[in-house]
């Protein structure tokens, strides 16, 4: 975290330039959103990867590299490994769920299968909290909407919605039926957004 100060990041999206100051201000909104240790770690650790950005204020891969960061530092502070995999769920994917309200339905159900959110719904209700507190935790946007979230909870919501039970009776191939079900859960997203809109 120490490495992060004096890395500058792009003001047109981050107004405090500083990224460990960001960081600060993101532990400090994920401390208003949650009581939850898990969350603050997660909001902690979610960009440690631009400590090793070889031309700041591009950051690219970012995301990939904090998570390679986050394992090692689970093995050598013994952090438990439901802090440690949410960590890493919310530095791999922060920036796909800060794109979710310009994603068409397709790219919602990809975000929600790359979170596990159908499986581990509740751990996913984390990971939005820590992704609020990144989009919040910047000069200026302290107090500002995160519609991103509501998005994403409403296609998780769509999406869990779905009976399956006629798609299993109809495709007695696996191969056929997980394709049958991720098209059904799309439309159903799409459905609810065009429901909403």
């Known amino acids: 975290v120490d490495r992060l100060f004096g890395v500058v990041q792009p003001a047109k999206y981050h107004p ?8 600060l201000m993101v532990l400090e909104q994920a401390a208003r959103l949650s009581p939850l240790p898990i969350v603050r770690f997660a909001a902690l650790v979610h960009d440690l990867g631009k400590a090793l950005s070889p031309h700041p204020p591009l950051h690219t891969g970012h ?10 530092l689970a093995v050598r502070l013994r952090v438990p490994k439901d802090f440690s995999d949410l960590g890493i769920l919310v530095s791999l994917q922060h920036t796909r769920c800060h794109r979710a309200d ?5 790219d919602l159900f ?10 581990r719904p509740e751990r996913f209700g984390l990971f939005l909290l820590a992704c609020e507190a990144d989009a919040r935790g910047r000069l200026g946007l302290e107090n500002a909407p995160y519609p991103q979230a509501g998005i994403l909870r409403g296609a998780l919501a769509a999406a869990k919605a779905v009976d399956i039970r006629p798609l299993v009776a109809e495709h007695t191939n696996p191969k056929a039926l997980v394709p049958a079900i991720r098209a059904a859960r799309i439309a ?4 609810a957004r065009i429901t909403q809109a």
């Open 110 to 119: 990809l975000t929600l299968e790359l979170c596990d959110a159908l499986r």
């Open 188 to 191: 159903a997203i799409d459905a």
């Open 102 to 106: 310009r994603h068409e339905a397709e």
């Open 16 to 23: 405090e330039i500083d990224t460990g100051v960001h960081t």
């Open 63 to 72: 995301e990939a590299a904090g998570a390679g960061l986050i394992e090692s």
